[in-house]
């Protein structure tokens, strides 16, 4: 869903998504828990590979001792239904026209804006994010002048 609103020089834009009952393969979960090996279970970033193990006899878990060096296949088990909402973008601006210091400037319009984007995610699937691409948040600023 995306919006765009204008009035009296004001700007704002606004885009957001949402996922009903969409079936992912967790390949997070497949290669960096079920099938990590103990070399690189140090430097992994997702808990669940350490502590949501089986360990002991009779102990209940999803995923498969580290000891355990045998590769497991995908299976469907590592297939979640995903429901989620994000606030992707959202951009606010002002536009300056027919002011008396923009004509002392040599200026027909300037304008004034701020973007920024991943500003909210909520999901039924954790997600990793940073491991494969880098994620951040970015707040970006503009100033456009057109001149005479």
Request: proline residues 2%.
């Amino acid at each position: 869903f995306r919006t765009n609103v204008a009035y009296k020089g004001f700007t704002a834009n606004l885009m957001i998504r949402y996922l009903l009952d969409r079936d992912n393969m967790n390949s997070a979960l497949f290669n960096k828990v079920e099938n990590i090996s103990l070399a690189n279970i140090e430097n992994n970033q997702d808990k669940r590979a350490y502590y949501d193990r089986w360990r002991n006899p009779g102990d209940l878990s999803q995923f498969k001792s580290i000891s355990i060096t045998s590769s497991t296949p995908m299976s469907s088990r590592f297939i979640q239904t995903e429901n989620s909402f994000s606030v992707e973008s959202i951009s606010l601006g002002y536009t300056f026209r027919n002011k008396q210091w923009l004509n002392q400037a040599a200026m027909s319009s300037l304008a004034l804006s701020a973007f920024s984007n991943d500003l909210y995610y909520a999901s039924t699937v954790r997600r990793e994010r940073g491991i494969d691409y880098p994620f951040a948040r970015s707040i970006s600023m503009s100033l456009v002048a057109t001149f005479k």
